[in-house]
C-alpha cells in the first residue's frame, strides 16, 4: 500500500513540473469540391484568443500552445464554418490535421453557417456514426481496439460474451458488411478471423494511424460492393511531414511501436510532399496466460504501414499495407481443472497469416471541379483451422481446413461537378483464387478443392441540393456478377438506391432524412468452392445474397456540438443461404471460431429485420462528450421448410452509451455501458455431442426455445497526460465490468471425469461452465509514450 501512494505523489510531483510545457498544432485543409489548398482560412483555438491564417499551401501551424484539449473554429468567406471538436495538443506526438472546408450556399457576409460535425451526406444522410482517433484512444473497455470500440456504436449487437468483434448490425448476420481502408478493401480487420465471416477476439489496426472512422449502417454508398448491414470505412491520416517521431504502446494485451516522418524532405522550411508511417505490433498474452495457469496461447504479430507522396498539387499517390501472423494453441495446465480441460479438447487450433498491399493514385482535376481515383490492390488470407484428437500433442486429426483466399483489385471512380450537381461513376474489377483442402470425420468428407474466377461491377450515382441547401437528392446504381457462379447475372444483380433529407427550419436544427435501396453479396469463398464426396461444386448455382432496406428518421440539432435522432428501419432478405445439414440459416453462424459456408446450402432463405432507433450525441462541449443510443427491433431468418423462427440475434433491446468528462491538469474520465435483452442461442445436442466428441454438435432444432439472460456490461477508465520537453506520457487504469455483472454464456459440456482428470466409464457429458468467475471486474492499464 506504501508503494502505491508513494506512487501517487510521484504522479502528482510530475504534473507539477510539466504543467508549463508547450506544444505545436499543425495541419492542412482543403476545399471539400476540389481538393485543393485554401489560402487565408482563420483557424482559432475556442476559449482563447490564439489564432492563425493558412499559407498558399493550405497550411496552418500553431506554436508554443499550452497543452490541454482545444476546440477548433476554423472560418472563411464562401465557406460553411466548422469546429473541430476534442483536439490534444501535447509536446510531442500531436498529429496534424487534415480539415475538409464546404462552400457555403449564402453568400452574405454576416450570416454565418456551421457545418455539422456529424459526417452525413445528400448519399447518406443517415444511419452513419463517425469516431476520431482521439475518441478511440480514450474509450473504455477498448484497449485501443478499433472494433471494439465500434461494437458499442448504435444499433450493434455485443458477441455471446462480449469478448469477439463480431460487427452484428441491426439484427444482421456477422459477416454482412464491408471494411475500406483510404479506398481499399481489406477482408478482414481481426486476428484469428473466422473464415467465411470477419470477426475475431483482437483487431488488427492500429489506432495511431486512424484519423477517423465511419460506420455507415444503410444508404451505402454505390461504390461499395457486398454489403449488406454495413460499410466501416476507416480513414488513415498522414505521417507527420515535419519531423521523424513516433510512439510506444502498451496495453492489456500486447505492445506496438509506432514511427513516421518525412521522407526525401529538401526544404527544412517547408513541409515534405512525402511522408512514412510504420507500425509493428506484437501480443503477450501467450505469456500472461501461460504464467496465471490458463491452457488456451494466443501469439500474433501485425504491421502496418503508408507512405504518402504528393507528386505536384493536382496528384498524389499511396502506397499502403498491413499484415498478421497469428498461431492459437493450447497447453494443459499443471492441475486438472474441468473447464480447462474443456477448451483444451473442444478449441480449434488456428495459424493464420494474412496481408493486403495496395497502391492508389489520386488526380485533382485542374479545373477544380472534380477528381479521379484508381487503386490496385491485393490481399491473401491463409488459414489452417484444425482440432485433433489431442490438442496439446497436435495429434489425431479428426477436422483439418487448410485453405487459403487470395484477391487482386482493380478500382477506378471519377467525380465531376457539373453546375449544382456532384456526379461520380466507376468500375471494379478482381481475381479471385481460392483453394482448400478439407478433412471430417464428423461429416465424413477428404477433399480438395480449388477455383478461381473474375469479379467485376459498375456504379453511376448522382446528387445535388435544391432550394438554398434545404432538399438533398441522391440516386444510384451499381450492378456486379462473376465468372464461376451461375444462381445470377449481372443484370439479376441491379441494385438501385436513392435518398432525400430535408430541412425542416430556416437554421436546419430539424432535418427529415430517408433512404431506400437494393443490396447484393456474393456468396463466400467457402461456399462457392465447397465439393461433395463425388468432387461436385454443390454450391455453384448459388445466387448472390439480396438485402433491400427502407429507413426514415427525424433528426434535430440543439446547437452546434449535439444531435438527436430518431429512425425506423425495415430490411428484407431474400436469396439468403440456407445450410441443408443444419437446416438454418447461415444468418445464424459465423459468431464463433469456425470456418463459415464450407458446406452444401440452397439460396432459398429470407429473413427480415426491423425496428426504431434513438440517439442523443454530444461532441467535447463544456468538457463533457457522449453518445446513447437505444434500438428495439426483431430479427427473423427462415428454416428450410421456411418457417420464420427469431435469429440468435434477436435480442430486441439494445442499449448502449459511451462518454467522457476532461477534468483540469490533463486528466479524463470515460465510461461505457452496453445492454442487450434476452437473446436465442442454440443449445449443445448432448447426444450427438457424446457420440462425435471432442466435436460439440449444436441443437438447431431448439433455435428459438432458449434464451440468454440479458447482457450488461459497463467499463470505466482514467487517463492522465503528462508532458515532458523530449516526449509525452499518457498512463491510463481501467477496470472492465466495474458494476460485477455476470456475463451470460450458454451451457458447456465435457467428458465426466474424477477430480484428477481420469475419465469415468462409461463416457458420459458434465457442464463444466459455471457463474463463479463470471461477473469479476478486470483491471487494466497501459500507457502511451510519444516522442
Known amino acids: 500500500m506504501q508503494k502505491f501512494y508513494l506512487f501517487l505523489i510521484l504522479l502528482m510531483n510530475a504534473s507539477l513540473l510539466t504543467a508549463q ?4 498544432l499543425s495541419g492542412r485543409i482543403l476545399d471539400e469540391q476540389s481538393q485543393l489548398p485554401i ?55 500531436t498529429p496534424p490535421l487534415q480539415i475538409l472546408l464546404e462552400e457555403s450556399a449564402n453568400e452574405l457576409e454576416e450570416i454565418v453557417v456551421f457545418q455539422s460535425p456529424f459526417r452525413t451526406s445528400v448519399e447518406t444522410p443517415l444511419s452513419t456514426q ?60 481481426n486476428h484469428f478471423s473466422t473464415q467465411g465471416s470477419a470477426g475475431g477476439p483482437v483487431g488488427m489496426l492500429n489506432v495511431s494511424f486512424i484519423r477517423e472512422v465511419t ?44 514511427l513516421e516522418g518525412p521522407l526525401f524532405r529538401k ?20 505469456f500472461l ?21 504528393e507528386i505536384d498539387p493536382y496528384n498524389t499517390i499511396v502506397f499502403l499495407g498491413l499484415g498478421t501472423i497469428d498461431d492459437f494453441s493450447v497447453k494443459a495446465p499443471d492441475d486438472f481443472d474441468a473447464e480447462q480441460q474443456a477448451t483444451i479438447e473442444q478449441v480449434p487450433i488456428i495459424q493464420q497469416k494474412t496481408t493486403t498491399v495496395g497502391v492508389s493514385w489520386k488526380r485533382k482535376y485542374k479545373n477544380g471541379k472534380g477528381s479521379m481515383i484508381t487503386s490496385i490492390s491485393t490481399n491473401r488470407l491463409q488459414n489452417i483451422f484444425s482440432r485433433y484428437q489431442d490438442n496439446a500433442e497436435k495429434t489425431g486429426v479428426i477436422f483439418e481446413n487448410d485453405s487459403y483466399e487470395q484477391e487482386t483489385k482493380l478500382r477506378y471512380q471519377t467525380q465531376h461537378y457539373l453546375d449544382l450537381w456532384k456526379l461520380a461513376a466507376g468500375t471494379n474489377i478482381q481475381y479471385s483464387d481460392y483453394g482448400n483442402d478439407t478433412q471430417s470425420i464428423f461429416n465424413n468428407l477428404d477433399y ?57 427550419t430556416e437554421d436546419q436544427s430539424w432535418k427529415i432524412n430517408a433512404s431506400v435501396g437494393r443490396y447484393y453479396k456474393i456468396p463466400t469463398y467457402t461456399m ?69 459456408g464450407n458446406e452444401a446450402i440452397s439460396s432459398d432463405g429470407r429473413g427480415k429485420s426491423y425496428g426504431v432507433e434513438a440517439l442523443y450525441q454530444q461532441k467535447l462541449s463544456k468538457n463533457f462528450y457522449g453518445v446513447f443510443a437505444y434500438t428495439y427491433f426483431h430479427s427473423q431468418f427462415t428454416t428450410a421448410i421456411g418457417n420464420y423462427l427469431p435469429s440468435v440475434w434477436d435480442s430486441r433491446h439494445l442499449i448502449s452509451f459511451s462518454g467522457g468528462y476532461k477534468l483540469k491538469k490533463n486528466w479524463e474520465i470515460s465510461a461505457r455501458w452496453r445492454f442487450s435483452g434476452k437473446t436465442p442461442y442454440v443449445p449443445v445436442n448432448q447426444n450427438a455431442t457424446l457420440s462425435a466428441y471432442p466435436e460439440v454438435v449444436l441443437d438447431y432444432n431448439q433455435l428459438g426455445n432458449v434464451k440468454l439472460d440479458p447482457f450488461n456490461l459497463a467499463d470505466i477508465r482514467f487517463d492522465k497526460k503528462w508532458n515532458f520537453k523530449r516526449y509525452s506520457f499518457n498512463f491510463y487504469f481501467e477496470i472492465q465490468n466495474f458494476l460485477a455483472q455476470a456475463v451470460p454464456r450458454p451451457d458447456e459440456y465435457g467428458l465426466n471425469r474424477t477430480e484428477e482428470g481420469n475419465l469415468i466409464l462409461p463416457e458420459s457429458l458434465v457442464k463444466v461452465n459455471t457463474e463463479e468467475n463470471n461477473n469479476i471486474p478486470i483491471p487494466s492499464f497501459g500507457f502511451v509514450i510519444d516522442f
Open 21 to 24: 510545457n508547450a506544444g505545436q
Open 39 to 93: 489560402q487565408g482560412v482563420t483557424v482559432l483555438l475556442e476559449g482563447t484568443v490564439l489564432g492563425v491564417a493558412t499559407d498558399e499551401g493550405g497550411y496552418f501551424t500553431f506554436r508554443d500552445v499550452p497543452t490541454q484539449t482545444y476546440n477548433l473554429i476554423i472560418s472563411h468567406l464562401g465557406y460553411q464554418s466548422q469546429t473541430i471538436y476534442n483536439v490534444i495538443v501535447k509536446t510531442f506526438g
Open 130 to 189: 463517425t469516431f476520431s482517433a482521439v475518441e478511440i484512444e480514450t474509450y473504455p473497455g477498448g484497449n485501443n481496439d478499433i472494433t471494439k470500440v465500434i461494437q458499442s456504436m448504435p444499433g450493434i449487437y455485443p458477441s455471446i460474451g462480449g469478448f469477439r468483434n463480431d460487427i452484428i448490425i441491426r439484427g444482421g448476420a456477422p459477416n454482412e458488411s464491408v471494411y475500406y481502408l483510404d479506398g481499399i478493401e481489406i477482408p478482414n480487420i
Open 215 to 258: 460506420l455507415s449502417s444503410s444508404a451505402f454508398g454505390a461504390e461499395f460492393d457486398n454489403p449488406l448491414s454495413g460499410v466501416l470505412s476507416f480513414e488513415q491520416r498522414e505521417g507527420n511531414p515535419n519531423r521523424f517521431g513516433g510512439n510506444f504502446r502498451f496495453g492489456a494485451s500486447e505492445a506496438a511501436l509506432t
Open 267 to 286: 526544404d527544412k522550411e517547408q513541409p515534405s510532399k512525402t511522408t512514412i508511417l510504420f507500425s509493428v505490433r506484437r501480443s503477450y498474452l501467450q
Open 289 to 309: 496466460f501461460e504464467l496465471i495457469g490458463l491452457p488456451i496461447r494466443p501469439d500474433y504479430w501485425d504491421y502496418q504501414w503508408k507512405i504518402n507522396h
Open 448 to 504: 480438395s478443392t480449388g477455383i478461381d474466377f473474375i469479379k467485376y461491377g459498375f456504379f453511376a450515382k448522382a446528387e445535388r441540393k435544391f432550394y438554398n441547401d434545404n432538399l438533398g437528392l441522391s440516386f444510384g446504381f451499381r450492378v456486379d456478377a462473376d465468372s464461376f457462379s451461375e444462381g445470377s447475372g449481372l443484370m439479376d444483380n441491379f441494385s438501385p438506391r436513392i435518398a432525400l433529407t430535408i430541412n425542416l
Open 528 to 596: 462457392l468452392g465447397f465439393q461433395n464426396r463425388l468432387s461436385t461444386f454443390v454450391n455453384q448455382k448459388a445466387k448472390y445474397t439480396r438485402s433491400d432496406h427502407l429507413v426514415m428518421g427525424l433528426e434535430y440539432a440543439p446547437g452546434n456540438a449535439s444531435r438527436i435522432t430518431l429512425e425506423g428501419f425495415y430490411k428484407k432478405y431474400s436469396q439468403y443461404p440456407i445450410s441443408l445439414t443444419d437446416g438454418v440459416s447461415l444468418a445464424n453462424k459465423g459468431g464463433g471460431f469456425e470456418v463459415l
